[in-house]
């Protein structure tokens, strides 16, 4: 099974940067997607964004576009997620995720999650 170490949580304000980093191990293939979900209190757990592995590929939520970031080290299997221009209703856990399908936008999505991470809570203040 493949396990997720999550780190960058914090505290930031408004206009503020942090960055995420998902380290995953156990992976048997180079073809999977690690995807970044949030659950804000009261909601859903939702997809933010996805990269595959092999190439690279990437997906992002209309609410995240042209702010956040993600990317890969695959020397390191590593993914990133890179917020900027936080805002407050950014406010959640963040979780990292193992999907074993690289098709995209499909692979972002909750009941595609093979593997979770622990999360991680990002607060954004005003």
């Known amino acids: 099974q493949v396990q997720l170490v999550e780190s960058g949580g914090g505290l930031v304000q408004s206009g503020g940067s942090l960055r995420l980093s998902c380290a995953a191990a156990?992976?048997?293939?180079?073809?999977?997607?690690i995807g970044w979900f949030r659950q804000a209190p009261g909601k859903e757990r939702e997809g933010v964004s996805c990269i595959t592995r092999s190439d690279g590929r990437t997906y992002y939520a209309d609410s995240v576009k042209g702010r956040f970031t993600v990317s890969r080290d695959n020397a390191k299997n590593t993914a990133y997620l890179q917020m900027n221009s936080l805002k407050v209703e950014d406010t959640a856990i963040y979780y990292c995720?193992?999907?074993?399908?690289?098709?995209?936008?499909?692979?972002?999505?909750?009941?595609?999650?093979?593997?979770w991470g622990q999360g991680t809570q990002v607060t954004v203040s005003s």
């Open positions: 156990g992976a048997t293939s180079d073809f999977y997607t």
């Open positions: 995720a193992y999907v074993s399908s690289i098709y995209l936008p499909f692979a972002c999505r909750r009941d595609m999650v093979v593997s």
